[in-house]
Structure formats: C-alpha cells, structure tokens
C-alpha cells in the first residue's frame, strides 16, 4: 500500500502564502498522478491541482494563477505552493496518488486563511 505523509498546513492571513509537502512511500509505480484535493467543513472534496509523472499539471480554475503544483520524482514528493491565499481557501486539504485507478490519500492538513 502507498503511504501518504502530508505537512505544510497552518494559519496565515488573506495574501499570504503556504507551501504544501506530499512524500510518498510504499509501493511505488513509475507512471502516477500525484495532488491536493480540499474538503471545507460540510463540503464535498474538490480537486485542487494534480501533477503526472511527466510533470503535466492541471488547476481548478479557482486557483489558476495562485497556486503551483511540483514535484521530485527522485523524492516521490509533491508540492504546492499557495499564493494569494483567500479565506474561501480555508479547508483541510489531502494529498492523494493516482496509479491506474488505484487512490491513496494522505492524512489532510489544515489549511486556514483568515480575513
């Protein structure tokens, strides 16, 4: 099974910024999409941004232009770097690895934005 660690989360104002972490760890294949969804309280999880292993990425339009999403292949780690944080951006957001079909989710890690 695929091991998830998430970090990077917190508080920070409306403007500033936050750079998530996802290390992946188990059993790992070579061709995988990697990324962030976030669930508000009482809210579905909506796809954030998600990355292949050939680097192709893909954003919400919410974020397009605020947030960045990278990754070290060699690390099996993802990144997402949160700029312009807005309060709607408040949710807890899990990391999650795609390898034909298969889901892993990460623990979550809360993302607060306050006004």
């Known amino acids: 099974q695929v091991q998830l660690v998430e970090s990077g989360g917190g508080l920070v104002q409306s403007g500033g910024s936050l750079r998530l972490s996802c290390a992946a760890s188990?059993?790992?294949?070579?061709?995988?999409?990697m990324g962030w969804y976030s669930q508000a309280p009482g809210k579905q999880r909506d796809l954030v941004a998600f990355i292949t292993s050939d680097g192709r990425t893909n954003y919400a339009h919410s974020v397009k232009g605020r947030f960045t999403i990278s990754r070290d292949n060699a690390n099996n780690t993802v990144y997402l770097q949160m700029n312009s944080l807005k309060p709607e951006d408040t949710a807890v957001y899990y990391c999650?690895?795609?390898?034909?079909?298969?889901?892993?989710w990460g623990q979550g890690t809360q993302v607060t934005v306050s006004s």
């Open positions: 188990g059993s790992i294949f070579s061709i995988n999409a």
């Open positions: 999650y690895r795609n390898e034909m079909g298969h889901i892993y």
